[in-house]
């Protein structure tokens, strides 16, 4: 395929505009550039084909299963698209007055922040939420400084967050960020930390503890309790990474456990759209005691039952974001959330749950299980030994599952598992597609006993096939994507 500036013919035009009737103004002439910029000329259908074409090279949702563990890549209904782009919402500017005399342009808006965050509490346990982050990993950092924020105003002088190596990565990183030492503490036989890992590590040290449950195994820490009575007991708080609350919501709630501060992914469990960086929306909730930190603004509702934006919190840590985070991302997960309901939510989690049990059990004996018992959202394999004696790797299962027209799963993480196939199918795929996957992953780990050397050639139906793993940092090539242009 060519680029769009190939394809340019000079004089061609999409569209013709009337002759103007406004005299020229003389721009300088060192301003001017010494000859007309090098756009490309085409005619609207010749844009039009390029990019749908372009478009048809992209693989999402809604081409087909899409299993990338951790990142919860579900179905997205499109009635939250819909309202969403209702005009009330989408043509809101930021400064818009709050309260307009004689109109309330954003009083609406203000009320979708206001309930969200009645309904996060409601669903997690907390006191308070901010929507502001614009992601998770943004969400931990604020998490992070709010305990920090905590400490310091009891004097405490404290360095260190405990975190499992069994962590989501950015949480060591957001820790670190927020200038706290990271000590990783290693996981059990069974994949989990435990409480006497954790005892072990306590101290007056010990601002905090960062916990990703489920953990990048897919697996519940039953001893959540006992970790955070640990970690108040040396004054620490209890940081829960909820991005993957896909795994619990509706049945358990972190508040319960014990966790002073949670983030949630919206654009993973409140199925809006991520990937390519965003945007996405990564709430904080805290519990009453953490509230006076959360930052600014925070949206309370006034006597007359109007709403307005708070500014003016003393102990506030400020600014995370501009205005008030994502807000097309909170509206989205609102609309999602009331029409589940809460019978709908559950229904999330058990659905979510057995979808990833379905296929860890299917897939078992023709890939190595890392897991014995059950997992929640995800399931995480390495390669099965036959496959690593005839040197298929977990990259080669990934690129032939492109073939055979899947996303590959996430591989090589969690780093605690050797060539790492992490499947998070998530709750919206049914049973046929499950099917269909499982059927491709076995026949690929068949061919991978009778004919290795295939794989190690896929993807071949692609525009851009496999480039060597280190040289294209430094020297990319491409030579099989011109081939097949040459061809096209
Ligand atoms: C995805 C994820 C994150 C990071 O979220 P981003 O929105 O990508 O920044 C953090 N923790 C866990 C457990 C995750 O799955």
């Known amino acids: 395929m060519k680029l769009i500036f190939e394809k340019s013919v000079p004089g061609r035009r999409a569209s013709r505009t009337a002759a103007g009737d406004v005299p020229p103004i003389g721009i300088a002439p060192d301003l001017l550039r010494p000859s007309p910029a090098p756009l490309p ?6 844009v039009v084909r390029h990019f749908t074409e372009l478009s048809r ?43 307009r005399i ?8 203000l009320r979708v922040l206001y309930e969200m965050d009645l309904l996060l509490r409601e669903i997690t346990g907390m006191a308070g939420f901010t929507m502001q982050p614009l992601a998770g990993a943004h969400g931990e950092l604020t998490g992070m400084m709010i305990m920090a924020a905590y400490h310091r105003e009891r004097g405490n002088s404290k360095t260190t967050v405990l975190i499992p190596d069994s962590a989501h990565g950015t949480n060591p990183a957001s820790a670190a960020i927020a200038g706290y030492e990271v000590v990783s503490i290693p996981s059990n036989d069974h994949g989990l930390m435990d409480v006497e890992a954790v005892r072990q590590h306590l101290s007056d040290e010990i601002a905090g503890l960062m916990l990703t449950c489920p953990n990048t195994l897919g697996l519940f820490n039953p001893q959540v309790k006992e970790i955070c009575d640990l970690i108040h007991g040396v004054d620490g708080l209890a940081y829960y ?78 600014y995370i974001a501009p205005f008030y985070g994502n807000f097309a991302v909170v509206l989205r997960a609102y609309v999602y959330i009331l029409m589940l309901g809460k019978e709908g939510l559950r229904r999330v989690a058990e659905n979510a749950v057995l979808n990833a049990n379905y296929v860890k059990e299917k897939l078992r004996g023709h ?71 499982i059927d491709a992953m076995i026949d690929i780990a068949e061919r991978a006993g009778i004919e290795p050397e295939t794989l190690k050639s896929a993807p071949t139906t692609t525009v851009v096939c496999r480039p060597d793993e280190t040289v294209a940092a430094k020297n990319l090539n491409i030579a099989c994507l011109e081939q097949k242009t040459a061809a096209l």
């Open 367 to 437: 890939y190595r299980s890392s897991v014995d018992g059950l997992c929640k959202h995800e399931c995480v394999f390495s390669i099965s030994e036959e496959m690593a004696q005839n040197e298929v790797r977990a990259i080669d299962v990934a690129k032939t599952l492109i073939d055979r027209g899947f996303h590959p799963p996430t591989v090589y993480f969690p780093t605690t598992v050797k060539e790492a196939l992490m499947i998070e199918p998530t709750e919206t795929e049914s049973k046929e597609t499950l099917d269909a996957f």
């Open 41 to 46: 000329e085409l005619s609207e259908l010749d």
């Open 241 to 318: 990474d909820g991005a993957n609350l896909n795994a619990i919501v509706g049945k358990a709630r972190p508040g319960d456990f014990g966790f002073d501060i949670v983030h949630l992914n919206l654009h993973k469990t409140f199925a809006t759209p991520h990937g390519g960086g965003g945007p996405g929306a990564g709430p904080v909730g805290v519990k009453e005691n953490l509230l006076p930190f959360l930052p600014v603004s925070v949206v309370v509702k006034r006597g007359d039952g109007t709403y307005t934006l708070e500014y003016d919190r003393a102990k506030s840590i400020g």
């Open 102 to 109: 004689g109109g309330m342009l954003t009083q609406g808006a």
């Open 57 to 99: 090279r992209n693989f999402g949702v809604d081409s087909n299963f899409y299993p990338l563990g951790s990142c919860t890549m579900k179905y997205n209904p499109k009635v939250a698209e819909h309202i969403a782009s209702y005009p009330g919402f989408a043509d809101l500017h930021p400064l818009l007055p709050q309260l």
